[in-house]
Nanobody, 127 residues
Framework: QVQLVESGGGSVQAGGPLRLSCAASGGTLSTYAMAWSRQTPGVWRELVSVFDWTGGRLYDADSVKGRFTISRVNALNTVFLQMDNLKPEDTAVYLC????????????????????WGQGTQVTVSS
């Protein structure tokens, strides 16, 4: 059973950077499709960025494209989300997720394909 733990969240001023980490145990992330998502109270969870088990990028939300970068360091069994030029509307709980779905290249949009989720880390961006 894969366990995912996010870290790196906090409070930043608008325009600042932040780097989130998702460390995995119980499995090797290079064998999973990985995603970052975000959620605010009363709002549907938003898929932010996804790549497949080879590291090939599958999706970036239009709202973060050009500002957020997802990456993986296999030696650390960790996935990162580098966030630059943060905006107040980026405020959310950020969660990482992993999927073993064989159809990930066509199913990545659907959150149900991600079997494993972290508990999330809070990002707060002030103006």
């Amino acid at each position: 059973q894969v366990q995912l733990v996010e870290s790196g969240g906090g409070s930043v001023q608008a325009g600042g950077p932040l780097r989130l980490s998702c460390a995995a145990s119980g499995g090797t992330l290079s064998t999973y499709a990985m995603a970052w998502s975000r959620q605010t109270p009363g709002v549907w969870r938003e898929l932010v960025s996804v790549f497949d088990w080879t590291g090939g990028r599958l999706y970036d939300a239009d709202s973060v494209k050009g500002r957020f970068t997802i990456s993986r360091v296999n030696a650390l069994n960790t996935v990162f989300l580098q966030m630059d030029n943060l905006k107040p509307e980026d405020t959310a709980v950020y969660l990482c997720a992993a999927s073993t779905t064989s159809n990930i290249h066509t199913e990545y949009w659907y959150t149900y394909v991600y079997e494993y989720w972290g508990q999330g880390t809070q990002v707060t961006v002030s103006s």
